[in-house]
């Protein structure tokens, strides 16, 4: 069956860096898009940044441009969220998805599968 295993939360001081890594596995990787989204209890997820499977564009959220960074690796299944200089805004939980990246938007209406997360904890 579909499975996207996050791995790589915890905690970090603002300032630091966290490298969150997402296994997938019961599709055929390679055909899809993969994303990351975030969400604090009591909020709206939102979309941090999506990663295209045709030519690996990337596409990221205004609040994270510049600072984050994903990539993937097709022959692990895998996808990465490089995550430097961390705000305290960026503690969420942070799922793993799959589906395709719209052009306008980092959007859940464009995934199929998803993780169950793993929790982001900056401090300062």
């Known amino acids: 069956q579909v499975q996207l295993v996050e791995s790589g939360g915890g905690l970090v001081q603002a300032g630091g860096s966290l490298r969150l890594s997402c296994v997938a596995s019961?599709?055929?990787?390679?055909?899809?898009?993969m994303a990351w989204f975030r969400q604090v209890p009591g909020r709206e997820r939102e979309g941090v940044s999506c990663?295209?499977?045709?030519?690996?564009?990337?596409y990221y959220s205004k609040s994270v441009k510049g600072r984050f960074t994903i990539s993937r690796d097709n022959a692990k299944n895998t996808v990465y969220l490089q995550m430097n200089s961390t705000e305290a805004e960026d503690t969420a939980i942070y799922y793993c998805?799959?589906?395709?990246?719209?052009?306008?938007?980092?959007?859940?209406?464009?995934?199929?599968?998803w993780g169950k997360g793993t929790l982001v904890t900056v401090f300062s």
């Open positions: 998805a799959a589906g395709f990246c719209l052009e306008t938007d980092i959007a859940a209406v464009g995934m199929e599968y």
């Open positions: 019961g599709f055929t990787f390679d055909y899809y898009g």
């Open positions: 990663i295209s499977s045709s030519d690996g564009k990337t």
